[in-house]
C-alpha cells in the first residue's frame, strides 16, 4: 500500500516570506513517481512537478524548488518571496507500479500582504 | 489547446436521486480518470477509463459508474445518491504512456446532496 503523508495542514506568512511544505510519502515500490499539485479557490488541480523517483537531482523553476531525498522518503517544495497568488491547497501525490494517484491531505497556505 | 473541461459546475440533488457528470479530456489524451474530493480532504481515485472500458478502480461502491466515449469524453454516474456524496468531482486525463503519464485535472463538479 501507498501512503502520502502532509502533516501541515495550514500554514500561513508574510508575503515575501520563504515558506516550505513537506511531504513524507510510503511505497514498497522502487519505481515511483512523486507530484505536487496546486489548488487554489477555484477547485482546479494544477499541475506543478513530476519528479521521478530514480532521479534525486532538486529542481529549481522561478520561485519554486523541491527537495527529494530518497533517505528519508521526503518531497519537500519551497517558496520564496511568496506572494498573496500563492495563497491555496498545496498537495503531494505518489503514483508507483500501475496504481493511479495517491495524495495526501493537503497543506493550505496563506500568504497575506 | 483546451485543457481538461467538466460540466455541470455546480450540481444540487436530493438523496436517492441519480446524477451523471461529464468530462472532456485534454487535446491528445485518451484515458480518463475521477476523483471525489470531500471538504478538506485530498483526492480519492473512483476509476479509470481507457479504450472505452474501466481499467482501475478504487474503493468505491456499484453505485459509482462511468462510462467512456469513442472520443475519449467520459462520464461519471452516481445512484441513489447519499448526502456524504456531496464532495468535488474531478475529472483528469493522461496520455496513455505506461506509469509516467502525468494527470491533467479540470475545474471539477461540486454536487451538493440535500
Known amino acids: 500500500a501507498q501512503k502520502v503523508t502532509q502533516a501541515q495542514t495550514e500554514i500561513s506568512v508574510v508575503e515575501k516570506e520563504d515558506v516550505t511544505l513537506d511531504c513524507v510519502y510510503e511505497?514498497?515500490?522502487?519505481?515511483?513517481?512523486l507530484f505536487w499539485y496546486k489548488q487554489p479557490p477555484s477547485g482546479e488541480l494544477v499541475f506543478l512537478i513530476r519528479r521521478n523517483s530514480f532521479d534525486e537531482q532538486n529542481e529549481i523553476s522561478g520561485r519554486y524548488s523541491w527537495n527529494f531525498q530518497k533517505s528519508t522518503s521526503s518531497f519537500n517544495f519551497t517558496i520564496t518571496a511568496s506572494q498573496v497568488v500563492d495563497s491555496a491547497v498545496y498537495f503531494c501525490a505518489l503514483r508507483s507500479g500501475y496504481s493511479t494517484l495517491t495524495f495526501g491531505k493537503g497543506t493550505m497556505l496563506l500568504v497575506s500582504p | 489547446d483546451a485543457g481538461v473541461t467538466q460540466s455541470p459546475t455546480h450540481l444540487i440533488k436530493t438523496r436517492g436521486q441519480q446524477v451523471t457528470l461529464r468530462c472532456s479530456p485534454k487535446?491528445?489524451?485518451?484515458?480518463v480518470s475521477w476523483y471525489q474530493q470531500a471538504l478538506g480532504q485530498g483526492p480519492q481515485f473512483i476509476f479509470q477509463?481507457?479504450?472505452?472500458?474501466?481499467?482501475q478502480r478504487g474503493n468505491f461502491p456499484d453505485r459509482f459508474s462511468g462510462h467512456q466515449f469513442p472520443n475519449y469524453s467520459s462520464e461519471l454516474n452516481v445512484n441513489a445518491l447519499l448526502l456524504g456524496d456531496s464532495a468535488l468531482y474531478l475529472c483528469?486525463?493522461?496520455?496513455?504512456?505506461?506509469?509516467?503519464?502525468?494527470?491533467?485535472f479540470g475545474p471539477g463538479t461540486r454536487l451538493t446532496v440535500l
Open positions: 477509463y481507457y479504450e472505452e472500458e474501466e481499467r
Open positions: 511505497t514498497r515500490d522502487t519505481t515511483y513517481y
Open positions: 483528469a486525463s493522461s496520455p496513455r504512456t505506461g506509469t509516467t503519464d502525468t494527470q491533467y
Open positions: 487535446s491528445g489524451h485518451d484515458t
